[in-house]
């Protein structure tokens, strides 16, 4: 080998290092993304199954339900126009309680249940995460709009009253 063809050989090898290299740092990136959705969306089948996600809402009051085996909580959580039921085996932070935001992360199973494996709960009055907050927003103002559509609706189906006719 001459001098030349050791330094293409030896680029070479670099390249292919620095590609392997950036290939498992793409990879492992991927594996630990972690996308927010709402009660709506998973609703909607646009969660993933199968695949760690954050679910964002408020916990639907009267849902919380705890397990004989002192550990195990089933709980449901809502953006007012959706909810999923959710099972966390583990300690529940210390403001976690129904009407209050939550995020919880884990995987949705083949049966709708959100497994999660770590729950957070809001930590003070005023905070909510970005995400969570823009979902229950969108999902109030599909609710109100959907609501005054039906009175629209309604409205309309309903027969007019005659003139000089009693009520």
């Known amino acids: 080998m001459n001098?030349?063809?050791k330094k293409l050989a030896l680029i070479g090898c670099a390249v292919c290092v620095v590609g392997a290299g950036v290939?498992?740092?793409?990879?492992?990136?991927?594996?630990?993304?972690v996308f927010f959705f709402s009660p709506t969306q998973v609703v909607a089948k646009e969660a993933p199954v199968g695949r760690t996600f954050r679910l964002g809402g408020v916990v639907e009051p009267g849902s919380v339900?705890?397990?004989?085996?002192?550990?195990?909580?089933?709980?449901?959580?809502?953006d007012t126009a959706?909810?999923?039921?959710?099972?966390?085996?583990?300690?529940?932070?210390?403001?976690?309680?129904?009407g209050q935001g939550v995020v919880a992360q884990?995987?949705?199973?083949?049966h709708g249940v959100f497994n999660a494996s770590e729950v957070l709960a809001k930590h003070d009055e005023n905070y909510m995460p970005p995400e969570a907050a823009k979902a229950l927003e969108d999902a109030h103002k599909a609710g109100v709009a959907k609501a005054h559509a039906e009175e629209k609706q309604?409205?309309?189906?309903?027969?007019?009253?005659?003139?000089?006719?009693k009520q």
């Open 82 to 98: 959706q909810t999923v039921n959710v099972q966390y085996e583990g300690i529940l932070p210390d403001l976690f309680s129904e």
């Open 3 to 5: 001098a030349k063809t």
């Open 65 to 78: 339900e705890h397990e004989k085996d002192g550990v195990t909580v089933r709980f449901r959580i809502t």
């Open 23 to 33: 290939a498992l740092a793409l990879q492992a990136f991927s594996e630990n993304l």
């Open 106 to 110: 884990g995987k949705l199973d083949d």
């Open 154 to 165: 309604a409205a309309a189906a309903a027969p007019a009253p005659q003139p000089g006719a």
